[in-house]
C-alpha cells in the first residue's frame, strides 16, 4: 500500500469533507442527499479509474439499479419502467445537485406494487393448480418483456408459483414411492392431496419471503441505489450500510465479540441455528440449537426487550456486545419450556475462517497440506492474529513431524490483506520484491520480503482454481515468477488485480446528526506481478492444467460488469529461486501424467454437462414432461457418480496439538473427519503429492544456506 498517497488523499478528502457536509439535518431523505453527496465526491478523487458522471454513466445506473430492484419482472409494469425513463439520463444531474426524486419514485412505486403482489400471490396459491396442462415457463428473465396488466402479471406469478410448487409435487411423488417400495402398508396420498401439500409448500415459502421484505427499511432498499452507483466505477468498490460493515469485518478478521451462536428468523421468531465451537454459548451449554430467543436484556437495564417480530439485524445487535457484558435472554427451549439464560459475551473465533493442517501419508514418506480459506486480518490491529502467523506456525509444526513436501491450497480463497501475502511468501524464499503496486499517476511501489531466512525451503506445490482470487493470486504468481513452487489448477485463477481500501465515511464528518454513515470499499490501487504483468483479468495461469467443476462456468473477473483493464510494468529486480533440480521436467511429467488421469477426464465430461444444464432456461410445467426431464437427468448424471466414489489410498492426520483439541470438542473433531474425507478424495491432492515426489531439491545449494531451517 502506498502510504504516502493514501495519507495526502485522506488529508484532501477529510479538509474538503470538513467544511462541505456539516448539514445539521435528521431526516431520512436529507441524509440520503449527504451520503450521495460524500460518496460521489470520494469517488471523484479517491478511485483509482474515476469515471466521468453523465449521461452514459447514467443510462447504466438506471438499467442495473431497476434490475436490482426487481430481476424477475414480477413488480413493476411496463407503464412503470416507461415513467421512470424519464430519469434514464438524469441521474447525473440529480447526484450533481444532491437529488434522490428518482430514489424516491422508485421505492414508492416497489412498495406499492409489493403490497400488490402480497395478495396477488394468496389469490393465486387459493387455486389448486392443473399439472396435467401443458405449458412452460423461461427463467431466461434479463429477457422477458414487463408486462402490460394486472392479467399478465397475475399469469407471471401464476407460472413461477406453479414452478415452485411442481418442485415439491415431485418430491412428495418420490418420496411416496419411496414409502410405498419400504412398506406395504403405507397409506397412499391421492394426486389432489400431493397438489394441496406442495401448494401448502409454496405458500410457506412466500410467507417467508415477504416477511423478510417486510423487514427491509427504506435505508435498506437506499443502499441498493447507492450500489447500483458506485459498482458502475468497477466490481468491487462497494457501499457498507453500518451492519453490512460489521459483518465485512467479522469476515476478515474472523472474530467477533458476541455469545457465538447463528440466528435464523423464523416466522417472527429468532432462531438459533448453530452454536460456534469454543465460544460462550458452546461454553455455557445452556442453549442449543432449535431454541427460540424470545427476549433481551443488558445488563445495566431493569426490563428485557422483546425481539418477536423484530429484523434480525436489529436482534444480532441487541445480542451481541463487547467482550465480558453479560446477556440475559428469554429463550424458548426445543422441549417448549422457558429459561432465562445468563450468558457473559466474549471474542468468538469462527473456526472456518482459519487456516488448517493436515500431514499426509503417502507409503514411508510424510507431507503438509495447509489450507487457507481466506487471507484474514485484523482491520484495527495487523499484529493480532492474521493469516501469516497461522500459515507459519502450522509450517513449524509440520517440520516437527519431519514432512518431505508442502502443499498450500489456496482454492475458493478469495483474498484479504496483501501484507499477509509479503509476510507468507517470504516464508519460502530468501528475500525479494513479492508484488509491485501501483497508484494512479505514480511510479509503482514494490512491496518485497526483507528477511533472508526461510521457514522452509522443501519442495511446494500450490493448488488454485478459478475462484482463487486477488491475494491468492498474488502469491501464486509470485511463487510462480521466482519458480519457487508449482502451481496446479484450473486454466487460470480469478483474474482480480486491484486493490481495495475500506474507507469509514464517519472520519470525514467535522460534525454529524445522522447516526452511523457506514463505509465505502473503495479500490484505489492495482498490484503487479514481480515480472510486470498484471493478474488482472488474466489471472494465473496454472503450471499444470486440470480440469474442474468451473471449467466451463463463467465466474471470473473477465466475465464481471466493469472490471478495469489489463496493462502491464516493467519487471521488478528479483532472481528465480535455483533450489530446484529439473524443475521444468518435473512441471512436463505432471502434464503427462494428468492427460492419462481418467478421473480428470470424467471430471471434465461432468463440467461441461454441468454447463450444458445451466444454459437451459425453459421448463415444462407439465408434471410428466417435467418428470421425464428430472429422470433423464438423474440417468446422465449417473455416470458422473465415480467422481464420488474416488479414493486415494493416503492416510491424513490432523496435528498433535489439534488431536488433544478434539478430545474436548467433538464439533471440531467432525469438522476435521469431513475435510479429511475430502482430501481422500481429492484427486488434485493426490497429483500434488507425485509433483511433490519429483521436485528434486538442490542439494548442494541448499548445503550453502545454513540458515534455511530455521524457525
Not at 37 to 61: Q, R, T, W
Not at 506 to 529: C, E, H, I, P, V
Request: one cysteine or more; glycine letters at 4%.
Amino acid at each position: 500500500m502506498k502510504k504516502s498517497f493514501l495519507i495526502l488523499m485522506l488529508t484532501v478528502i477529510v479538509s474538503a469533507v470538513s467544511c462541505s457536509f456539516t448539514n445539521k439535518v435528521e431526516s431520512g431523505p436529507d441524509k440520503d442527499k449527504l451520503l450521495i453527496d460524500l460518496i460521489s465526491y470520494v469517488l471523484g478523487k479517491g478511485h483509482y479509474d474515476a469515471k466521468d458522471i453523465n449521461d452514459d454513466f447514467s443510462k447504466e445506473v438506471f438499467a442495473d439499479y431497476i434490475d436490482a430492484l426487481d430481476p424477475l419482472k414480477r413488480y413493476f409494469y411496463a407503464s412503470d419502467i416507461e415513467e421512470f425513463k424519464k430519469y434514464e439520463e438524469l441521474i447525473d444531474d440529480e447526484i450533481r445537485n444532491k437529488e434522490i426524486n428518482f430514489f424516491n419514485l422508485t421505492y414508492d412505486r416497489l412498495q406499492d406494487r409489493m403490497s400488490d403482489a402480497r395478495s396477488l400471490y394468496k389469490e393465486i396459491l387459493e387455486r389448486p393448480f392443473n399439472f396435467e396442462k401443458d405449458e412452460s415457463i423461461s427463467t431466461e428473465y434479463e429477457k422477458l418483456p414487463y408486462v402490460n396488466t394486472r392479467k399478465e402479471m397475475e399469469n407471471r406469478w401464476r407460472l413461477q408459483l406453479k414452478f415452485n410448487a411442481l418442485s415439491s409435487y415431485f418430491d412428495k411423488a418420490e418420496e411416496q414411492m419411496d414409502s410405498l417400495a419400504a412398506n406395504k402398508d403405507y397409506k397412499r396420498k391421492t394426486s389432489v392431496t400431493l397438489e394441496n401439500e406442495a401448494r401448502d409448500i409454496t405458500k410457506s415459502s412466500l410467507k417467508e419471503y415477504f416477511e423478510f421484505a417486510d423487514d427491509l427499511e427504506r435505508k435498506d432498499w437506499f443502499s441498493i441505489y447507492i450500489n447500483s452507483i458506485v459498482e458502475e466505477f468497477d466490481p468491487h468498490t462497494y457501499y457498507f450500510a453500518p451492519q453490512d460493515k460489521d459483518r465485512f469485518d467479522i469476515a476478515m478478521s474472523g472474530k467477533l465479540e458476541g455469545i457465538g451462536a447463528r440466528l435464523q428468523k423464523k416466522n417472527d421468531n429468532i432462531k438459533i441455528i448453530e452454536i460456534i465451537s469454543g465460544g460462550p454459548a458452546w461454553r455455557g451449554n445452556d442453549v442449543e440449537v432449535g431454541d427460540f430467543i424470545m427476549k433481551v436484556k443488558q445488563e445495566d437495564e431493569e426490563e428485557p426487550v422483546s425481539i418477536v417480530g423484530m429484523r434480525i439485524d436489529d436482534a444480532v445487535s441487541l445480542i451481541k456486545g463487547p467482550k465480558g457484558t453479560k446477556v440475559s435472554l428469554t429463550v424458548k427451549k426445543v422441549d417448549g419450556t422457558i429459561e432465562v439464560i445468563d450468558i457473559v459475551r466474549d471474542v468468538v473465533e469462527l473456526e472456518e475462517t482459519y487456516a488448517k493442517s493436515s500431514t499426509v501419508k503417502k507409503e514411508d514418506k510424510t507431507f503438509g497440506i495447509v489450507n487457507l480459506p481466506k487471507f484474514y486480518f485484523n482491520m484495527q490491529d495487523y499484529n493480532q492474529r492474521n493469516a501469516a502467523k497461522d500459515v507459519k506456525q502450522e509450517i513449524v509444526r509440520l517440520k516437527e513431524q519431519d514432512m518431505d513436501g508442502l502443499i498450500i491450497d489456496l482454492r475458493d480463497n478469495g483474498g484479504g490483506s496483501l501484507q499477509t501475502v509479503v509476510d507468507i511468501a517470504g516464508l519460502f524464499i530468501e528475500k525479494g520484491p513479492i508484488v509491485q503496486v501501483r497508484t494512479k499517476g505514480e511510479s509503482p511501489e514494490v512491496l518485497s520480503d526483507k528477511d533472508s531466512n526461510l521457514l522452509w525451503d522443501g519442495p511446494l506445490v500450490i493448488l488454485v482454481n478459478e475462484l482463487s482470487a486477488s491475494a491468492s493470486e498474488i502469491l501464486a504468481a509470485a511463487m510462480q515468477d521466482y519458480k519457487r513452487a508449482i502451481i496446479i489448477g484450473s486454466k487460470q485463477t480469478y483474474g482480480k488485480g486491484t486493490v481495495q481500501n475500506v474507507m469509514d465515511l464517519n472520519r470525514w464528518m467535522r460534525s454529524n446528526d445522522f447516526g452511523d454513515l457506514g463505509a465505502l470499499k473503495l479500490t484505489t490501487q492495482k498490484f503487479y506481478r514481480v515480472n510486470g504483468g498484471s493478474t488482472q483479468l488474466e489471472g494465473v495461469k496454472s503450471d499444470v492444467v486440470v480440469p474442474d467443476r468451473y471449467s466451463y462456468i463463467d465466474i471470473g473477473e473477465k466475465d464481471q460488469e466493469n472490471p478495469l483493464p489489463w496493462d502491464k510494468i516493467p519487471a521488478a529486480d528479483y532472481k528465480p529461486w535455483d533450489g530446484y533440480i529439473d524443475f521444468d521436467q518435473t512441471i512436463n511429467n505432471s502434464n503427462a501424467r494428468m492427460a492419462k488421469n481418467e478421473q480428470l477426464k470424467l471430471i471434465e465430461e461432468n463440467a461441461k454437462w454441468v454447463r450444458q444444464k445451466r444454459d437451459v432456461n425453459v421448463y415444462s410445467l407439465k408434471y410428466d414432461k417435467y418428470k421425464a426431464n428430472i429422470k433423464l437427468n438423474e440417468q446422465q448424471a449417473k455416470r458422473f457418480d465415480a467422481i464420488n466414489d474416488y479414493k486415494t489410498n493416503f492416510t491424513f492426520e490432523s496435528l498433535p496439538y489439534e488431536q488433544a483439541l478434539m478430545k474436548k470438542d467433538s464439533v471440531l473433531a467432525e469438522k476435521r473427519k469431513r475435510w479429511h474425507k475430502s482430501l481422500s478424495k481429492d484427486v488434485y491432492v493426490e497429483e500434488a503429492i507425485s509433483v511433490l515426489e519429483d521436485m528434486k531439491v538442490n542439494n548442494i545449494r541448499k548445503s550453502k544456506n545454513p540458515l534455511s531451517l530455521k524457525n
